[in-house]
């Protein structure tokens, strides 16, 4: 099982299987999101089309030929945790309960970060979503991709479609799954606003809000007829209503010629989707001069 957006950037092997491999983990972001309900669990359903994006993180998985359960994990950001409290630590366990019979080995996990933490990128999902591909590659491709999801969703609601990857909208907690035509190659900027958003309080402002109705969903119908006037007219994201440092770098790329903007999950991440490059470069010089961290990227 090897998905379209996870580019397998080598594989080295000394006998007749791979010991070591790297794989890129792509971000995400919300082509629409709207929040649905609220289970007695306490996770919420939602409706979103999420897009993956050339914006990785990298992941290199090591066999280190000695038999054992230990998993040594090393981080190119010093703000993350390299232990359990680590969705790739937890994925890589989660990965060998469910596997049997397999001849485990210690791991060494490198995780050479990219994406902006906390920023509604889902960097650490696709972090969890590559350990669990590079895994299954590295032991023989032994779960299909639908297998896959299964094991990655109880870790977090994000990681099954970043297994997944490419265009898809998703129901219930983000598990269920429908596919979409491909995003059209339109040219992305990525930027990072200010404040920090704790998605927790977010989502409780949300669901303070007894009235509010359910957005309709014009993203999937665009993408499948292939318009992208009304792809850029139907961006949605629920949590702009309750979220407010989104608005300066919206206007930034709205100004530089921004088809369509949107904040990406709780944030504080916004996108800007261009029709051409130079539109795209001319809204990235225009954010970083304002002292925002900013990216380039296209659909992937």
């Known amino acids: 099982m090897r998905t379209n957006h996870h580019k397998i950037h080598n594989t080295l092997s000394e006998s007749s299987y791979m010991t070591k491999i790297k794989i890129a983990a792509p971000a995400k972001i919300n082509l629409f999101l709207d929040v649905t309900g609220r289970l007695e669990n306490g996770y919420h359903t939602i409706d ?14 090591t066999l280190t030929g000695t038999s054992g359960n230990a998993i040594s994990l090393v981080c ?13 630590h937890r994925a890589a366990d989660a990965f060998f309960k469910r596997a049997d019979n397999i001849d485990r080995q210690n791991l060494e996990i490198v995780i050479e970060k990219h994406i902006p933490i906390a920023a509604g990128l889902a960097g650490g999902s696709t972090d969890a979503a590559g350990v669990l591909i590079a895994l299954n590659l590295l032991y023989g491709e032994r779960f299909s991709c639908e297998e896959l999801c299964d094991i990655a969703l109880p870790l977090g609601a994000d990681i099954p479609f970043c297994v997944r990857g490419g265009t898809v909208r998703c129901g219930g907690i983000g ?13 992305i900027v990525i930027a990072i606003g200010d404040d920090a958003v704790n998605t927790a309080w977010a989502y409780s402002q949300l669901d303070a809000d007894a009235e509010r109705l359910p957005h309709k969903n014009t993203v999937h119908a665009a993408l499948e007829s292939g318009d992208i006037d009304a792809l850029c007219a139907g961006l949605y994201n629920v949590f702009e209503n309750v979220v407010s440092s989104h608005e300066p770098l ?7 010629g921004a088809a369509g903007t949107l904040m990406s999950g709780s944030g504080p991440s916004v996108f800007g989707l261009f029709y051409d490059p130079l539109s795209a470069h001319t809204a990235y010089e225009a954010l970083t001069e304002n002292g925002y961290r900013a990216f380039l990227a296209k659909p992937c």
Do not use: W
């Open 76 to 88: 190119t950001e010093n703000a993350l945790p390299l232990d359990e409290n680590n969705l790739a």
């Open 175 to 187: 598990e269920i799954f429908t596919s979409c035509r491909p995003m059209p190659g339109l040219f």
């Open 48 to 61: 979103t089309v999420m897009q993956s994006v050339s914006l990785c993180d990298y992941i290199t998985i």
């Open 250 to 256: 919206k206007k930034l790329m709205r100004e530089s």
